[in-house]
């Protein structure tokens, strides 16, 4: 979110610092601060949260794939890696509706 700020312009009062969504949304629902969260972790049936998508600065994450060390690999599991690799290579990003 810092950097996201400074791309768009301007330095950020951070006030309090948390990787927790669900501590980010309570600060925001009690006005105490503004959480910039991924749209699926919102419950629209929640009361409390004004939505305003980002869409013409895009913000990108580093997503990584934790598994269990094992001697043998979990066909499953290299699977799922291997097409978020494919997927993270073409630059691949979904669009949800707006809320």
Known sequence: MLRACHQAGFPPTPRYVTADIAAQLTLAR?????????????????PGIRTAPIEDRPILRLLFAATRHTETANPTTTAVVAALRTAAGQGLTTHLPPA
Do not use: C, E, H, K
């Open 30 to 46: 009690a006005g105490l601060a503004t959480a910039l969260v991924p749209r699926t972790a919102i419950d629209p049936t929640v």
